[in-house]
C-alpha cells in the first residue's frame, strides 16, 4: 500500500508555503516511513498526477480560504474533501489547482478512495520565508492530526 502525503505552497508567500512546512516538520516526527512519500508539491503542475494516481491513500496539506481565524485548521476526508475542492474557485500562485489533478484522477479512475486535505487557515500570502506566527503555531497540530488519521487508516500503527 502506497501513502502519498503531498504539502502544497510557495514558501516564498509566508503563509502559502505552510504545506511544504509541515511536510518538513512531519519528516523530523518519529513515525515509521515505510510505504510514506513525502512529497513537495511546490505550486503544483501535472507530474503530480502519478503519485496521486499510484497512491492508496492521501493527504494533502495547503493553505486555503476557511472564513476563520489565521492558523484555523479543517480536516476534509473523502467526499467532503471532494466538495470543499470543488467549491474552492479562489485565484491561485498555482501553476494548476487541485481540482484539475483531482479532475485527471477521476477520469482515470485512480482518485484515491482514502483521501484527505488538512486546510491551514493563512494571515498573510505576501513575500516572506516563514509563516505568521498563528500559521507557525498550527504546524505541530497539523502534525498530529496527520498522524492520526494515519492510524486511523492503518498506515502506521
Known sequence: MKTVILGIGNTLLSDEGVGIHVLDALSKMNLPWEGIDLIDGGTLSFTLAVPIE??????????????????????????DMDSFLLGQRKSSVHEVGLTDLMAIARLTESWPEKRALLAIQPEKLDWGDTPTPPVQSAIPEACRQIAALLEEWHVVH
Open 54 to 79: 499510484e497512491a492508496d491513500f492521501l493527504v494533502v496539506v495547503d493553505a486555503a480560504q476557511l472564513k476563520s481565524p489565521p492558523g484555523t485548521l479543517r480536516l476534509f476526508k473523502g467526499e
